[in-house]
């Protein structure tokens, strides 16, 4: 471990000490702003403390790569749109897996400093950081470009499973001769980093767009537990602290959300819904449409909404909308609420996201265990854009990939109203009972327009 003088130590300890704050700030949408600038300020401090360290080397380059992160990341998070958030936190978190691995790819590149200078306890964290940030760091940037429109489509290798089983033992095996060479020839290094990389990249192409806020919230984990090793290796406490509450709270998320979907972690890494045509019983009967007047007077006349909105509202950009046409409903004196799914969207809370930026208040978002109950006494329940997350068959089929998935109890509202671009299946592939059911309507069209055409209707009911 390296003897650095206390007031460079300190500097990182309050940095490491704010992130804890901010990201407990975090926590909930009251106080998050203010966790956002907590921990702001805390990794000031800690880039503060690292100019404070005796003999610096590299100052220009270190000033260079602050000034480029520091305006890429003002420019995008200027001109990136609420609805674009998810591929924004994708490649964000792939960025800090990619600086752990690289972190240990310098150390490893110096000859084998690394190993002279440490104990094998360091060169294992060293390694083992440098696997997981690689494997975030190339499986985040599939996650992006899933994201982002550039991958239209999953892509499933023949054998997938053992091809990620055999990358994975391989990665493992070129990391034990790294540490037991001492120290490791340029081409094991090389090796070790390709099939890690790699290992990202399969492992993320067959996972579809219902299963890619687990993926997000995994990959987070990863990232935060490769920053903490790799913090280890360099002595740096900041990184230890903020990198281990990163991964213990991505951790933690992950499983959160894959209770959510009552779907194991290795049975959406090795089993994903890749969002082509699944299985499950055929669905008898037709779906029935009505219009946006139609849809309007339900609406207007009803004593309580519930409003369920999913991934096509965030495509429409329609949040500001929805809102607009709750206010009308509230001032008719309709009671209305909305409903989230934990993995409603394509990022851990991403309805919640853009709901907030539309002004929603926080008071009138529930979750599935706060809402479920009371969609049998709304007169209306309203989905836009969602599909699985309301989905009957969840319950009762079980030849159904999505089955014992919680999902929310939009169909047992007296009236359901689906806002829907058009016919074909959501991201798991699978056909939505609800929409076959007597008690729903579909009202098709992308979800800005329909809710300005209803908003127009509600105008004329007053």
Known sequence: MLHLPLYVQGAWLVGAMMFIFGLKGMGSP?????????????????????????????????LLALVMGASAAWISGKKVQMTDMPQMVAIYNGMGGGAAAAIAAIEFAKAGRLHESHDTVTVVLAVLGALIGSVSFTGSCVAFAKLQGLMKKAHRLPAQ??????????????????????????????????VALVLGVVVTMPIGGADMPVVISLFNAFTGLAVGFEGYVLSNPALIIAGIVVGAAGTLLTQLMAKAMNRPISNILFTPITGEAQGGAAIEGTMKELNAM???????????????????????????????????????????????????????????????????????????????????????????????VVNPSARTDKSSPIYGMPILNADAAQNVIVIKRGKGTGYSGVENALFYTDNCRMLYGDAQPMAGEIIQNLKTLE
């Open 30 to 62: 009251t106080t998050a702003r203010k966790g956002i600038v907590w921990a702001g300020v805390g990794m000031l401090v800690a880039i503060i403390g690292t100019f404070l360290v005796p003999d610096l080397n590299n100052i220009a380059l270190i």
């Open 161 to 194: 499973n053992f091809v990620n089983i055999g990358l994975a033992v391989l990665a493992v095996v070129l990391g034990v001769l790294m540490v037991i060479s001492a120290p490791a020839g340029i081409a094991l290094v090389v090796a070790f980093f390709v």
């Open 294 to 388: 139609d849809a309007a007077a339900l609406m207007r006349y009803a004593s309580k909404v519930i409003i369920v909105p999913g991934y096509g509202m965030a495509v429409a950009h329609a949040q500001h909308k929805v809102w607009e046409m709750a206010g009308l409903l509230e001032k008719a004196g309709v009671e209305v609420k909305f409903a989230i799914h934990p993995v409603a969207g394509r990022m851990p809370g991403h309805m919640n996201v853009l709901l907030a930026e539309a002004g929603v208040p926080y008071d009138k978002i529930f979750d599935l265990e706060e809402i479920n109950e009371e969609f049998a006494q709304a007169d209306v329940a309203l989905i836009i854009g969602a599909n699985d």
